[in-house]
């Protein structure tokens, strides 16, 4: 439902990413040129997806007023930080919920879920070759790890995006539900049971509640 976003490849931008700006009706997208050699193009479909998730969402608009009164608490004395945590809170709460629906888009646009997933484990390994992991057992053994962690819970509190294996499992609860299906319009599997709407965003819910 965006028009078709105009694109600009810059290795400027560090690492492996991409970012979004402007609108539905004039998107624009920066590209990290690192990105763009150390993706495959399935890959790299999923990374311009996932942008244009935000964009088609209006993700944007709320992040530019989670930019906006950060810098503003920056200029209150005293109150300040006081008040950028308490606007942060929710807004990081909101924002990984966002990076969960853009992972969805990207999901669909490049269409295979070992796509999706190896292309958000790049994101986060940068030159690690992950062509070899075996992404259930990476995602088992370290959500495991997270649960045993609470330093681990407090890092993700003060970050507006969900930690990668929650990405990873998050994709895979809507890779099995009745709601890919219903969007993609693919035939459904007959062998396995689907997850309902509400027991997908039941088992989110749980992946992104941080302190239980």
Sequence with gaps: ??????????AQMPGINAYAS?????PYLLISDLATKLLTKEELT???????????MEHLIYHLIGRNL??????????????INLVNAPLNTWSRYSEITADRAGFLCCGD???AQKALMKLESAWSDVSNVDLDKYIDQSLESLENMKLGSFKEFLHNHPLTPKRLK???YFNDSDLYYRVTGKQRPADIGLLPDEILKKKVDDLLTIFK
């Design 1 to 10: 439902g965006i028009k078709i976003p105009h694109a600009v490849v810059s």
């Design 70 to 83: 950060n810098e503003l608490g920056k200029f209150i004395p005293v109150l300040g930080p006081v008040l």
């Design 22 to 26: 402007g609108t539905i009706d004039n």
């Design 46 to 56: 999923f990374i311009i997806g996932h942008e244009c998730g935000h964009l088609a």
């Design 170 to 172: 998050a994709l895979q």
């Design 113 to 115: 879920l070992r796509v």
